[in-house]
């Protein structure tokens, strides 16, 4: 069923998007999915099949989304404009936590590994994306 719910997305994103975007994405989603599985097999010794592995970047990606939709949604009121702080720590805390989750479902490893796991992705994909940045943008 959550494939369903991906091919949807990305069909929407596809019309939505330029073709060198879409093809940009797709190529940083199936990188992250191979060092996603790679990572997972040093840091936990568990060896996800590529299914799995996107499987739990979807999951993680997902989780981020709702715990943005529901920051969004409690900031909305008239006296909130923005947010540091403590309160700024704690969201970003949040965040890393439902990316985390994310991997440990996906995935089956315990939260140290899953959070080892979601770090790595995060640096190897920030990369790839700063350095191609003026390739699809």
Do not use: N, R
């Not at 939505?16 to 060092?35: D, G, R, S, Y």
């Amino acid at each position: 069923m959550h494939y369903l719910l991906f091919i949807g997305a990305f069909i929407f994103f596809a019309f939505m998007a330029p073709l060198k975007l879409t093809i940009a994405v797709c190529a940083l989603v199936l990188f992250v999915t191979v060092v996603v599985k790679i990572s997972a097999q040093v840091v936990s010794g568990v060896s996800p099949t590529l299914g799995e592995s996107f499987k739990s970047v979807f999951y993680a990606s997902l989780l981020v989304a709702l715990a943005m939709l529901a920051f969004v949604s409690f900031s909305s009121g008239p006296a909130v404009h923005h947010v540091d702080g403590l309160p700024a720590i704690a969201v970003m805390v949040g965040l890393f936590v439902a990316y985390t989750l994310g991997f440990q479902i996906g995935i089956g490893t315990s939260f140290g590994a899953s959070a080892v796991v979601a770090l790595i992705s995060t640096l190897l994909s920030g990369a790839i994306l700063w350095s191609v940045k003026g390739l699809a943008f």
